[in-house]
């Protein structure tokens, strides 16, 4: 509609002839064009014209400021009356569009700052700014909304348009860079060059260059640049820059101050946005919260599992949420493979404190957030949550609510596992005394174990030095727990007093036991690492009869004595000490004396070679042959050995009494580990 009337007169005056009208104004960098017809050039530069081309040039001012070009593929001249038509005519629609033009741009303004004041969300406020940043100055291209992060101090984007995601990760110090110096001096700044703007870009570290450049669209570097702070009074809140990259024309004085306006009325709204977005957080986080803590108490009125709780705690997480039962080794859900985290692991880092950590992950790369749930001086269990994102305020207090759950759970779970144990131990105590049999035969059933089957028990303990008496029953409490994983709870009757943990198992016949036994074995294996104390196992004989009780107690008390004496691990059968069954209750200086007694003459002979003559020939059951072979020496030098060691010894070793005071001394050197003192004592 604009350019009808022009049209028309063209047509009236030229006919069919190709013209074209051009306008540029000062910040212009070429001439724009208005209006063409027919086989026209882009640009009016004489030289782009075809030299067949009769034209006819015009040229005049429009608001003194604005260049007209109009060129006509034409022979024929314009009557001064023609002329001034035809520029009335364009005067009349440059007019018309420049008041279109300023009621779009007002629209745009108002419509921006409608857009501004009605929201209150503050992140979507910021997108919202920075769009309508860019259509206050229809030249510009994309834009940065910069604040300073209240965390580290630095000068961050907070929002863009037109840049890639990867700006980001943009950090300036807050006199870095234009960003730093507008911040600083509280002054728009406008560039029209490249040049001009690299003269302020000069103290930018090479990393935030690299961010800057590498976001761009399209890698094209900004042809102009207006920087202007936003405060709100004396508060400054951020710098708002907009970019041209296609640079048809150079920033004019206005649109400084158009932008500036513009970041002046976004501070209000920003400022508006703010306490309403720490008003809608505050009352957000208090809501979260009681909504926590509702759910939490709907799960302990309702008594559920210990697993449903972990479930609970990762699902409102929303991160892998693992949790460890320290007594028993448990984890709820079971571990995957791919995590390597270990009960005993968590329990070396919360070895010295009961605070939370976070550890590396190992292989799976992976760092854990392990949150003790503590009871007194014990920790009862620990989350272990894979920490794919930090945790915010919310999730940590999902990890309080739900560890104060867990916590009374397992505090109830541990003060019946003590009932139980208690109740065990009692009844354990009046079968070894073995009072009112038909009354023991009848609760046999409440323990869980069968009449009229064989008995026999086993007895665990810890050896070794133990930091303290927490962790020597944080000990106990996880060798039961691998106890009962191998052996089940069935059948058997298990508790613990005093660090020792003993079990009454029944047994169908000697196979049963056998396979008990091998479990046992199997939890010594898997129990046994390089963070982990000792562990020595007793075993009593297997009877029929609840009277026989006390007697398989006993030898299991002795088979374990046994061991404990040897400082040794492993697990130890009544019926396999043998001889040795004669000297349990020996004392150890008793022994040692004896040991000492016969073998000492031949401990001061040099080098020893003596005693391992005479261990060798003992262990070889006397013969010469092999004897000679094991030491790799003659028959003959064997045979002077013996008769100089039965000279030493003052025995004949042929003599049967000789030879088992002899063999005596050393089996018990061997069994009880009896070795020389620097002054050539014996020492067990």
Known sequence: MIHEAVRSFMVQVFGAAPYGIWIKDEYDFQWNNWLREGEVPEYTD???????????????IFLSNINIRVVIDTQKQLTLLQSERLESLIREGLLKQQIEMERAHNDRWLTGLRELTCSLELNDLLLKIMENALHVIPSLSCGLFMMVDPDSGKM??????????????????????????????????????????????????????????????????????????????????????????????????????????????????????????????????????????????????????????????GSMLKLPTYYVDMARNDWYPLLPESVLLSELDIYTALDSQFNPITLSGGNDHSDYYLYPIVNGSLVLGCFAIQLDHPLGQLDHVILEQGGAIVMLEMVNTYSLTEMSYRKNHDFFSDLVQYREPQQLEARLSSFQLPAHQSLFVAQLQLYGEHPDMKTTEIWVRKLIGFIEKELGTRENLLFSAHHKITILAAASEPKVRHWI????????????????????????????????????????????????????????????????????????????????????????????????????????NRSVQATAERLHIHTNTLYLRLRKIEEILGIDLNDSEGWMKVYLACHLSEVYSVAPTASGALKL
């Open 156 to 313: 961050i984007p907070r929002a863009k348009v037109g840049f890639q995601d990867s700006v980001y990760q943009y950090q300036g110090e807050l006199d870095e860079g234009i960003t730093g110096k507008v911040y600083e001096e509280g002054i728009g700044r406008m560039y029209s060059t490249p040049d001009d703007a690299f003269k302020d870009m000069g103290n930018v570290s090479q990393e935030n260059a690299n961010i800057i450049v590498s976001s761009l669209p399209d890698g094209i570097m900004a042809k102009g640049l207006i920087a202007v702070p936003v405060t709100m009074n004396t508060h400054k809140i951020g710098v708002m820059l907009v970019y041209q990259f296609e640079q048809n024309r150079r920033f004019a004085p206005h649109d400084l101050n158009v932008m500036q306006g513009f970041a002046d009325q976004a501070a209000i709204a920003i400022s508006n946005a703010t306490m309403y977005s720490e008003l809608l957080e505050t009352n957000r986080y208090l809501v979260s919260r009681n909504e926590i803590h509702n759910q939490f108490t709907a799960l302990s009125i309702e008594h559920v599992s210990l697993g449903h709780i972990i479930e609970t705690v």
């Open 517 to 620: 036994i091998s479990r046992l074995e199997t939890a010594v294996e898997k129990w046994t690492t390089s963070k982990t104390p000792a562990l020595s196992i007793g075993i009593g004989g297997l009877y029929q009869g609840l009277e026989y009780v006390s007697k398989s107690n006993d030898e299991a008390t002795r088979s374990l004595s046994f061991l404990l004496k040897q400082n040794k691990a492993g697990v130890m059968l009544y019926e396999e000490i043998g001889i040795n069954r004669l000297f349990l209750n020996q004392e150890p200086s008793d022994i040692e004396n004896y040991i000492h007694e016969i073998l000492s003459p031949l401990q001061q002979q040099k080098s020893g070679e003596l005693e391992l003559t005479l261990k060798t020939y003992i262990a070889a």
């Open 46 to 60: 004489y030289e782009q014209l075809e030299s067949s081309w009769k034209t006819l040039r015009y040229t005049f």
